[in-house]
């Protein structure tokens, strides 16, 4: 995730240290970005059929945010999303939301039909605690605020019918992905895990190990997120296992 547009991004930084990178970035409100040391093939810039999003605009039409990037990495179909926060349970951005979800659940659905052995990811932030032991913020109250409503799980929890798992949870059992800025949240440990690695069976099958890493919180100028990070082998005899970070 990223708050900028391409021409801002400091790709020499990420460069030096090894990295290939795309950004897809409009404004300063929603952006995606992938780094890696691998190629970045097939590039993508927003998924089949992802809706768009204009306030006050309620046509089929609206402009499509960067909110989705993806790139074939050695035969991985790896994808980097954010998804609309929702705002508020009466704000036309948590319609948008829902439909964001769903349109992700049919891409997923798609293309697993289409391919059932393809390592399928999608990787980022998913503005949704899916069960109560996710979300340790008091501030967020189910009927009150957004990333808890029965509808929002629901719609993440339909992404498992399409064929895709939490590759993270199995192997870490607790822990949070984001703390709030505000009331003191970090030190509290009052955060929300709406970070996630899904994958597909092929993808999942790969995954010999994950983190997350709460430390990141600390120290100076840090982002309210950490990094999710997932160890993948898909060849037993390779010993240089690439990380998928979310």
Not at 7 to 24: I, K, L, R
Not at 51 to 74: C, H, M, N, T
Not at 237 to 243: A, G, L, S, T, Y
């Amino acid at each position: 995730e990223i708050k900028c547009k391409p021409e801002q991004f400091p790709y020499q930084q990420f460069e030096d240290a090894g990295y290939t990178v795309e950004a897809h970035g409009l404004n300063q409100w929603n952006g995606v970005a992938i780094a890696s040391r691998l190629p970045l093939e097939d590039v993508e810039y927003s998924f089949p059929g992802m809706p768009g999003f204009q306030k006050g605009y309620d046509g089929d039409d609206a402009p499509l945010e960067a909110r989705a990037i993806s790139a074939l990495v050695e035969g991985v179909r790896l994808w980097s999303l954010y998804v609309p926060n929702g705002r508020g349970l009466d704000d036309p951005h948590y319609a948008y939301k829902l439909r964001f979800f769903d349109a992700l659940r049919q891409y997923a659905a798609d293309a697993l039909a289409a391919d059932p052995s393809l390592p399928l990811a999608l990787t980022g932030d998913f503005n949704v605690a899916p069960t109560d032991a996710d979300n340790g913020d008091p501030s967020i109250v189910e009927g009150v605020t957004t990333h808890v409503s029965p509808a929002e799980r629901d719609a993440f929890s339909a992404l498992s019918e399409a064929g895709l798992q939490d590759v993270v949870r199995p192997l870490v059992p607790e822990g949070f992905t984001f703390w709030d800025y505000k009331q003191l949240r970090f030190p509290r440990n009052e955060g929300l895990r709406i970070d996630f690695v899904l994958g597909s069976r092929a993808f999942a099958d790969a995954v010999e190990g994950a983190s997350i890493e709460r430390d990141e919180r600390g120290g100076e100028g840090p982002s309210d997120h950490v990094p999710v990070v997932v160890d993948l082998n898909f060849d037993e005899d390779d010993e240089d296992v690439p990380m998928i970070f979310g």
